[in-house]
């Protein structure tokens, strides 16, 4: 009947936007990621007991949102919910754009983009309602010392089930003692890791021009310091 259709194709949406919805666009050069992406594999511990909660400390631009999207994709599918909230410290200035971060968690939580979700207080009560027993994946990318954000985001139930994992990227490492937290604080790439990001974002795979001497290169890899962003 034309109900039961419906409700197919409602239930297969919902489906597939949950399997697909959550892949993150990682890196075009992801040079010395696996490593990073296994040390904090360890330290999330998957498979144990417990809500586990990491905490990827660094300043900026030493890879820590590419090394949480790798993790992120890499294990979403294995539980009942995922979300990763991008850009939190930027987001919370802005009302406006503090509530749709809050509802983009509440609906991803929850599993479901069917139901409206109109404001923080619905998403709050629905999650309180509906995730307790969920094990759930979270990350809070680029998190900072406000306050606000401690408290909405402990208000939309972080106590959740046993099994459930929360990462946090952060330049502040007091943030951490707010979600006691344990910290991962991923090292400057090596020279030789520096000297390959640096060329294939410089010369995108081709041969190193005839007219850049080596020693160039050196110098130039050596004043970014081992810092990804500042190489790319």
Not at 14 to 32: E, R, T
Request: hydrophobic share 40%; with cysteine.
């Amino acid at each position: 009947c034309r109900h039961e259709a419906t409700l197919v194709a409602i239930v297969a949406d919902h489906l597939q936007w949950h399997l697909d919805s959550g892949l993150l666009y990682v890196a075009d050069h992801p040079v010395g990621l696996d490593t990073r992406v296994e040390d904090v594999m360890k330290l999330l511990q998957i498979g144990g007991d417990g809500v586990k909660k990491v905490g990827i400390v660094g300043t900026g631009g030493i890879g820590k949102t590419t090394i949480a999207k790798a993790v992120f994709n890499k294990l979403r599918l294995h539980f009942g919910s995922s979300t990763f909230l991008a850009n939190i410290r930027e987001y919370w200035k802005v009302p406006a754009s503090r509530t749709q971060l809050l509802k983009q968690y509440a609906e991803e939580i929850l599993n479901d983009k069917v139901t409206p979700i109109h404001n923080v207080d619905v998403g709050r009560r629905l999650v309180n309602e509906r995730v307790s027993s969920r094990r759930v994946l979270i990350v809070l990318d680029d998190a900072d010392d406000h306050a606000n954000q401690f408290k909405e985001l402990a208000a939309m139930n972080l106590n959740f089930a046993s099994g459930s994992r929360i990462i946090i990227t952060t330049r502040n490492e007091s943030v951490l003692s707010g979600y006691q937290g344990t910290g991962y604080r991923p090292n400057l790439l090596d020279a030789d890791q520096s000297s390959s990001l640096f060329k294939r974002c410089a010369f995108q795979n081709t041969p190193q021009p005839q007219d850049i001497s080596s020693n160039i290169l050196e110098k130039i890899v050596a004043f970014a310091g081992g810092l990804p962003l500042a190489l790319k």
